[in-house]
């Protein structure tokens, strides 16, 4: 049988190869084993064919005459009676090999990386269990070996594909090396090896698959399906289940939210309220998210009716009364919007819907503006059919689907109306939320301040994707520049936690919302006041005070970055005292930086706005944050006293030594992933972030127990929303030493 080999590919070699060469490539691809599950037959095949190239090429004379009839070979056409024969790459000779070595011919192939060679000339091979029919016993022996040399061949090149980005390419070539396996019943120990590297390949296989055009249908299909068979086999979104993926539940995380961009609304609305049933923390509230989005993208309040149930079961756990708010107030229920906003801790977001109602009796222009914007720049984008829509409040009230099931939808009674402050935020155990970092996707993220996100808790532990992976978003800057112990990116999400280990609760808001919409049970009546409320909307819109979101957004997005560590905050500014490098750090004078730092902060955000003392106890880029939000703060017109104590210093790690609380998480690939750098998920890749490494010699970590309670004051006059009381923060504060004495880098607040 004609094989695609040549005498030269068979050692190695070049043509040009000295006799010198060719003995020392001979002898180290014969000391050059295959794999194991190999039979002595198919490792006598190798060595004859190994053999018989070298003392061809060794001998002048032999060598010369080979190179004339490979000439001809390749020249002379074949006759009509020859069988046909695979097609050639150029370059290549065809060897004449008898049948007893073709086995050891395809394991040749097979270790110069030929692949699709082994297959053309393997395949056809396979049904035939008689190669040597002279050699009793040997028959099956030959058969289970190509067997295993098509199998190998097809692992390599679905890995070969997997390297070049080809993922469901990749998953056909698995999958039929594991079908010919368990076809012929052989090779337990390969096929665990493909099935693995199939468990693997499976987050790359759902973002390539739900990445493609909307009209692929059936391959989109296939992509949801395989995503819902991991969550089934992780046992939801934050399961502790195994999946085979490799990917941690923070990876999982991550991987869900990159995935979110590349799904619809109904997608997303499907998956999620049915994960949300396990109970999911995680699914319930991206399935209000999803709900809330095509709901009032679509005109179809029914939708968002149905996030209630799912807020009411969430507000045990978190504070999600600006979406309740939000929800009433799509649905005409004003004075529910009303009950749920007043019970908000969301003082960023407060400020921003007092500022944009002064001159109106109550705070619906404020929440109606800050509603359109959120669900237009934080919501909107992370829908794949919805980041273009231009719908705005004024379009989706005066809907006429809208209005019909608004006016007959039955008025709630005041004990289901007063659900939202029955369940509002109990304590939280120290784990109870998860909190994270708002990022883009695909881009890195600048250097303005950002508005924090958060995701829901996954029940409930620290804890996000890409693919995993795998996954834009515009950051928007903070409404104010509003100062606390908790770093500035993630203030809003952090300032939750805290507060929900206070026993007092924030004074009312002052204010009440006017029924616009519930107007009793006739139908013109109710009719009345919606065209009462598009009216005011149109002239609320029209004001040229709108604000630029990307300096005073509304907030209350739940962005997960890919590409940072979840917990990775930023940091805060110090006083006039500093820790002299003369000293060793020791935990009281960890303890007198800290008090140093906090003094500091007061300075800076006090009623005098005094940044002087931040310059020696704060350095990079921590420096820089903290003195522009004092900056704002002076610039809006207000100031904050602080009231600080150091509770204790739970640890000091310094010289490099192991931090005592890493909250960097590593997404990195499988010791065992066959997948190199090019691959989406390596370490190499922006979506693939590495734990940060250990500090210097010169950096220090320490991590203290803090009590905060901060009153604001706007414009000279308390504003009793913004102010809070937060006993027990746990900071971690990570040191540096700049001119002999150590300043704080990064402030990072921890569960």
Same mark, same amino acid.
């Given at each position: 049988?004609?094989?695609?080999?040549?005498?030269?590919?068979?050692?190695?070699?070049?043509?040009?190869?000295?006799?010198?060469?060719?003995?020392?490539?001979?002898?180290?691809?014969?000391?050059?084993?295959?794999?194991?599950?190999?039979?002595?037959?198919?490792?006598?095949?190798?060595?004859?064919?190994?053999?018989?190239?070298?003392?061809?090429?060794?001998?002048?004379?032999?060598?010369?005459?080979?190179?004339?009839?490979?000439?001809?070979?390749?020249?002379?056409?074949?006759?009509?009676?020859?069988?046909?024969?695979?097609?050639?790459?150029?370059?290549?000779?065809?060897?004449?090999?008898?049948?007893?070595?073709?086995?050891?011919?395809?394991?040749?192939?097979?270790?110069?990386?030929?692949?699709?060679?082994?297959?053309?000339?393997?395949?056809?091979?396979?049904?035939?269990?008689?190669?040597?029919?002279?050699?009793?016993?040997?028959?099956?022996?030959?058969?289970?070996?190509?067997?295993?040399?098509?199998?190998?061949?097809?692992?390599?090149?679905?890995?070969?594909?997997?390297?070049?980005?080809?993922?469901?390419?990749?998953?056909?070539?698995?999958?039929?090396?594991?079908?010919?396996?368990?076809?012929?019943?052989?090779?337990?120990?390969?096929?665990?090896?493909?099935?693995?590297?199939?468990?693997?390949?499976?987050?790359?296989?759902?973002?390539?698959?739900?990445?493609?055009?909307?009209?692929?249908?059936?391959?989109?299909?296939?992509?949801?399906?395989?995503?819902?068979?991991?969550?089934?086999?992780?046992?939801?979104?934050?399961?502790?289940?195994?999946?085979?993926?490799?990917?941690?539940?923070?990876?999982?995380?991550?991987?869900?939210?990159?995935?979110?961009?590349?799904?619809?609304?109904?997608?997303?609305?499907?998956?999620?309220?049915?994960?949300?049933?396990?109970?999911?923390?995680?699914?319930?509230?991206?399935?209000?998210?999803?709900?809330?989005? &095509?709901?009032?993208?679509?005109?179809? =309040?029914?939708?968002? $009716? +149905?996030?209630? #149930?799912?807020?009411? @079961?969430?507000?045990?756990?978190?504070?999600?009364?600006?979406?309740?708010?939000?929800?009433?107030?799509?649905?005409?229920?004003?004075?529910?919007?009303?009950?749920?906003?007043?019970?908000?801790?969301?003082?960023?977001?407060?400020?921003?819907?007092?500022?944009?109602?002064?001159?109106?009796?109550?705070?619906?222009?404020?929440?109606?503006?800050?509603?359109?914007?959120?669900?237009?720049?934080?919501?909107?984008?992370?829908?794949?059919?919805?980041?273009?829509?231009?719908?705005?409040?004024?379009?989706?009230?005066?809907?006429?689907?809208?209005?019909?099931?608004?006016?007959?939808?039955?008025?709630?009674?005041?004990?289901?109306?007063?659900?939202?402050?029955?369940?509002?935020?109990?304590?939280?155990?120290?784990?109870?939320?998860?909190?994270?970092?708002?990022?883009?996707? &695909?881009?890195?993220?600048?250097?303005? =301040?950002?508005?924090? $996100? +958060?995701?829901? #808790?996954?029940?409930? @532990?620290?804890?996000?994707?890409?693919?995993?992976?795998?996954?834009?978003?515009?950051?928007?800057?903070?409404?104010?520049?509003?100062?606390?112990?908790?770093?500035?990116?993630?203030?809003?999400?952090?300032?939750?936690?805290?507060?929900?280990?206070?026993?007092?609760?924030?004074?009312?808001?002052?204010?009440?919302?006017?029924?616009?919409?519930?107007?009793?049970?006739?139908?013109?009546?109710?009719?009345?006041?919606?065209?009462?409320?598009?009216?005011?909307?149109?002239?609320?819109?029209?004001?040229?005070?709108?604000?630029?979101?990307?300096?005073?957004?509304?907030?209350?997005?739940?962005?997960?970055?890919?590409?940072?560590p979840i917990l990775n905050l930023s940091p805060s500014p110090p006083a006039n005292s500093s820790v002299s490098l003369a000293a060793t750090l020791t935990e009281a004078s960890a303890r007198s930086l800290i008090e140093a730092w906090l003094a500091a902060k007061s300075e800076a955000m006090g009623e005098g706005h005094d940044l002087a003392p931040l310059v020696n106890v704060l350095t990079g880029e921590a420096l820089l944050g903290r003195q522009q939000?004092?900056?704002?703060?002076?610039?809006?017109?207000?100031?904050?006293?602080?009231?600080?104590?150091?509770?204790?210093?739970?640890?000091?790690?310094?010289?490099?030594?192991?931090?005592?609380?890493?909250?960097?998480?590593?997404?990195?690939?499988?010791?065992?992933?066959?997948?190199?750098?090019?691959?989406?998920?390596?370490?190499?890749?922006?979506?693939?972030?590495?734990?940060?490494?250990?500090?210097?010699?010169?950096?220090?970590?320490?991590?203290?127990?803090?009590?905060?309670?901060?009153?604001?004051?706007q414009n000279g006059e308390l504003d009793q929303i913004s102010s809070y009381n937060a006993p027990g923060l746990r900071i971690r504060y990570d040191l540096e030493q700049v001119n002999g004495e150590w300043r704080i880098a990064e402030i990072t607040s921890l569960p």
């Amino acid at each position: 049988m004609q094989i695609p080999l040549d005498y030269y590919r068979i050692l190695g070699l070049p043509t040009q190869s000295t006799p010198e060469q060719l003995q020392q490539a001979h002898r180290d691809r014969v000391l050059q084993l295959p794999r194991r599950e190999y039979s002595e037959i198919a490792i006598a095949s190798r060595r004859e064919l190994l053999d018989e190239a070298y003392t061809t090429l060794a001998d002048p004379a032999l060598r010369d005459v080979y190179h004339r009839n490979t000439t001809r070979s390749q020249s002379a056409p074949r006759g009509g009676e020859d069988p046909p024969q695979p097609p050639i790459p150029t370059g290549i000779g065809l060897l004449d090999v008898p049948e007893h070595q073709v086995i050891g011919a395809l394991l040749l192939l097979q270790e110069l990386g030929e692949y699709e060679l082994v297959l053309q000339v393997g395949i056809p091979l396979l049904p035939k269990k008689n190669f040597h029919p002279e050699r009793s016993g040997e028959s099956e022996i030959v058969h289970a070996d190509t067997a295993l040399t098509l199998a190998l061949a097809y692992l390599e090149l679905g890995r070969e594909y997997w390297q070049q980005g080809h993922y469901e390419s990749a998953a056909e070539s698995l999958e039929a090396g594991q079908a010919l396996l368990l076809k012929e019943g052989l090779f337990a120990g390969v096929r665990g090896e493909i099935k693995t590297d199939l468990y693997k390949l499976r987050p790359y296989r759902v973002l390539e698959l739900l990445a493609l055009p909307l009209e692929h249908l059936s391959d989109r299909r296939k992509g949801l399906q395989i995503l819902r068979d991991m969550l089934q086999e992780r046992g939801g979104i934050d399961g502790t289940g195994d999946d085979l993926s490799g990917l941690t539940i923070d990876d999982f995380l991550r991987f869900i939210q990159q995935l979110r961009d590349y799904l619809t609304a109904e997608e997303q609305q499907i998956l999620f309220e049915t994960e949300a049933r396990r109970p999911s923390a995680v699914a319930t509230y991206l399935g209000v998210y999803a709900l809330l989005a &095509r709901g009032f993208a679509t005109y179809q =309040p029914e939708l968002i $009716r +149905r996030t209630k #149930p799912l807020l009411v @079961r969430l507000a045990k756990r978190q504070d999600v009364h600006l979406e309740q708010s939000i929800s009433a107030l799509l649905l005409g229920q004003t004075e529910q919007a009303s009950r749920a906003l007043e019970m908000s801790r969301e003082y960023e977001a407060i400020v921003f819907i007092r500022e944009h109602s002064q001159g109106s009796s109550d705070l619906l222009p404020g929440l109606c503006l800050y509603t359109e914007q959120w669900l237009r720049q934080d919501v909107f984008p992370h829908f794949r059919d919805l980041v273009n829509c231009k719908v705005t409040l004024k379009d989706y009230f005066s809907n006429a689907q809208v209005q019909q099931y608004l006016e007959a939808l039955p008025q709630e009674t005041t004990e289901q109306g007063e659900a939202w402050e029955v369940t509002g935020v109990s304590s939280l155990q120290s784990n109870a939320e998860r909190t994270f970092t708002p990022p883009p996707l &695909r881009s890195t993220v600048g250097e303005a =301040p950002v508005s924090p $996100r +958060r995701l829901p #808790p996954r029940e409930l @532990r620290s804890s996000p994707p890409s693919a995993a992976l795998l996954p834009a978003e515009g950051s928007r800057a903070l409404p104010s520049g509003r100062h606390s112990e908790i770093p500035p990116e993630n203030h809003r999400s952090r300032r939750r936690s805290s507060l929900a280990r206070d026993d007092r609760r924030s004074p009312k808001i002052g204010f009440k919302l006017g029924p616009l919409l519930l107007v009793g049970m006739t139908g013109l009546l109710f009719l009345a006041s919606l065209i009462f409320v598009g009216v005011n909307l149109a002239k609320w819109f029209s004001q040229p005070s709108t604000p630029d979101l990307a300096q005073a957004p509304p907030g209350n997005g739940f962005k997960v970055r890919l590409d940072q560590p979840i917990l990775n905050l930023s940091p805060s500014p110090p006083a006039n005292s500093s820790v002299s490098l003369a000293a060793t750090l020791t935990e009281a004078s960890a303890r007198s930086l800290i008090e140093a730092w906090l003094a500091a902060k007061s300075e800076a955000m006090g009623e005098g706005h005094d940044l002087a003392p931040l310059v020696n106890v704060l350095t990079g880029e921590a420096l820089l944050g903290r003195q522009q939000e004092a900056e704002i703060a002076q610039r809006e017109g207000y100031y904050v006293e602080y009231e600080h104590r150091v509770e204790s210093i739970e640890s000091l790690e310094i010289d490099g030594s192991e931090p005592a609380a890493d909250t960097t998480t590593s997404f990195t690939q499988p010791p065992d992933d066959p997948l190199t750098a090019s691959n989406p998920l390596s370490a190499s890749n922006p979506l693939n972030p590495t734990s940060a490494s250990s500090p210097s010699p010169t950096q220090a970590i320490v991590i203290a127990v803090i009590n905060e309670a901060a009153t604001f004051y706007q414009n000279g006059e308390l504003d009793q929303i913004s102010s809070y009381n937060a006993p027990g923060l746990r900071i971690r504060y990570d040191l540096e030493q700049v001119n002999g004495e150590w300043r704080i880098a990064e402030i990072t607040s921890l569960p």
